[in-house]
């Protein structure tokens, strides 16, 4: 249904890689779910989105907006490489660097 190699999909359930925008969109589709169920947040009882596996606050996030979810799709299709390289540059928007 995703039109993927076996391989392909064998990294997708180990980790070694991860689904781009598109292929997310459509498995998506597929299961008839949403992006953030399929990723693992829930909404808590304030309506903010947390992390599934632990529901710390401390990862709690409010609405994202089309260009924020847009950004994280994209960090997470990039090896451990281009993601530290990402948050190196973040850091050092951040602090002024």
């Known amino acids: ?13 180990t980790g070694k890689s991860e689904p781009g925008q598109e292929k997310l969109r459509k498995i998506c589709n597929i ?6 169920t399929l990723l693992g947040y829930a909404d808590d ?4 989105l ?3 596996e632990d529901g710390d ?7 994202l907006t089309a260009r924020e979810e847009q950004i994280i799709l994209a960090y997470r299709s990039m090896n451990s ?6 948050g ?6 951040v602090s002024g660097n």
Do not use: C, P, W
């Not at 249904?1 to 359930?13: F, Q």
């Not at 299961?31 to 953030?36: G, I, R």
């Not at 490489?81 to 990402?86: A, Q, R």
């Open 50 to 52: 947390v992390a599934a």
């Open 1 to 13: 249904m995703l039109n993927i190699s076996r391989s392909t999909y064998t990294y997708y359930e």
């Open 45 to 48: 009882k304030s309506g903010r």
């Open 31 to 36: 299961l008839n779910t949403d992006y953030n």
């Open 88 to 93: 190196k540059q973040i850091t050092k928007i």
């Open 57 to 63: 606050s401390t990862h709690a996030v409010s609405e």
């Open 81 to 86: 490489e281009e993601k530290e390289f990402i």
